[in-house]
DNA sequence: TTGACTTTGTTGCAATCGCAACGATAATGG
DNA sequence: CCATTATCGTTGCGATTGCAACAAAGTCAA
């Protein structure tokens, strides 16, 4: 047949990859508190920036934005982020971790962390992995798109 | 706030590389043929092992199975594929591709390896990185799972 | 053979998703 | 100041997804 071997092509293997390393870690988030990756993705954020609007969100996390905004209502509904229109714009929603939030966020980091550590520790080659991984993602930005 | 930076955090990043990656190429064969990235993994899985089974291709793939059902339902439509019973085990769907389902492969298959080839040039260490991709993905299938 | 159990592929259904349309607000420019 | 244009967040809708239930086919032991 072909000699094109679908295992060894590096966009499905990436595929793979992400979504196993990917889910191994929200699995704990998951069953512990109930969140999907995306509003994992906006806890995660708001605990570096503070307060923050949807768009900011929608921008760095790579989330489409009816993904944050409902992710933004859900975590909202549950008591873990407050919403307020910004005074400065009407137009933006600050986003802002309540102290449930906080708890949680507090919760997951080291876990996060540890998880990470456990992958890379496991891996030979750890930080030129990183280097490439971080290389791609600038490369990415510019010629495939 | 917390001194969790999820845009350094690895299966952030995986995931966002693998999407990254993954559309440069599903792109092409979308706007080519119409294919979804499921389509796209049944007909080159096809184009290395000639006629397989839908079971088989769910679990080597990383497809769901009504992900493939679903997949192989329309490829067949737009006759890219021939679906036939097993005569040795009635349970079993044999996939096929036809005539013209080989030339789409013969086409995309060349694209596909020129657009790793694309990645891996441009990035520094290629070789090692391909390395740990595999090694990850070793990994991953015990102790994650 | 029969009857219980396993495996395979399809389908129904609820949840989720992306996209576009929308209302609301802000910025621009005449 | 008003009219036009752009931006932001939400929502409706069609498409897609995963999950579980299911029918069909096979296996195996009694």
């Given at each position: 047949m072909s000699c094109f071997d679908l295992e060894e092509f590096l966009p499905y293997q990436l595929a793979v990859l992400a979504d196993q390393v990917?889910?191994?870690?929200?699995?704990?988030?998951?069953?512990?508190?109930?969140?999907?990756?995306?509003?994992?993705?906006?806890?995660?954020h708001l605990g570096q920036s503070g307060m923050v609007s949807v768009r900011e969100i929608h921008r760095r996390a790579m989330l489409g934005k009816s993904q944050?905004?409902?992710?933004?209502?859900?975590?909202?509904?549950?008591?873990?982020?407050?919403?307020?229109?910004?005074?400065?714009d009407g137009r933006l929603v600050?986003?802002?971790?309540?102290?449930?939030?906080?708890a949680m966020l507090a919760d997951l980091a080291p876990k996060a962390m540890a998880y990470e550590r456990e992958i890379l520790t496991a891996l030979d080659g750890g930080t030129e992995f990183r280097a490439s991984v971080r290389q791609l993602?600038?490369?990415?930005?510019?010629?495939?798109?």
């Open positions: 990917s889910r191994g870690f929200s699995a704990l988030y998951r069953q512990r508190y109930g969140l999907s990756v995306a509003e994992w993705r906006v806890v995660a944050v905004s409902r992710a933004a209502s859900k975590l909202e509904r549950n008591g873990y982020i407050t919403k307020a229109a910004n005074p400065a600050s986003l802002a971790l309540t102290e449930r939030g906080k993602l600038e490369l990415e930005g510019q010629f495939g798109r």
